[in-house]
Nanobody, 125 residues
């Protein structure tokens, strides 16, 4: 059974940085599309970054490209999201998710059957 646990959220000012981590257990990193999505009460769920766990190239939402970087440590089975130049509109609950299979895209990530409990990111102006 796959379990995901996010950490690293917090409150920062505009322009600040945060690094989110997602610790995984189970066969999460076997072959899957892994990544991060975010959600607020006012907006639809948005996939912000995804990468296939077996040598995949990263995908980014236009809203975060150039500011966020997704990476993974396959040995430790940890997924990261480095977030720089944060903006108030980045404020959301961030979740990591995995979707088993060989395909990967932001759309695949949104179809993930497994995600963690989330970590809150708040960016103040």
């Amino acid at each position: 059974q796959v379990q995901l646990a996010e950490s690293g959220g917090g409150s920062v000012q505009t322009g600040g940085s945060l690094r989110l981590s997602c610790a995984t257990s189970g066969d999460t990193f076997g072959s899957s599309c892994a990544g991060w999505f975010r959600q607020t009460a006012e907006k639809e769920r948005e996939a912000v970054a995804a990468i296939h766990t077996v040598g995949g190239i990263p995908f980014y939402a236009d809203s975060v490209r150039g500011r966020f970087v997704i990476s993974q440590d396959n040995g430790k089975k940890i997924l990261y999201l480095q977030m720089d130049i944060l903006r108030p509109e980045d404020t959301a609950m961030y979740y990591c998710a995995t979707n088993p299979g060989s395909l990967c895209s932001l759309k695949q990530l949104l179809a993930s059957p497994t995600w963690g409990q989330g970590t809150q990111v708040t960016v103040s102006s």
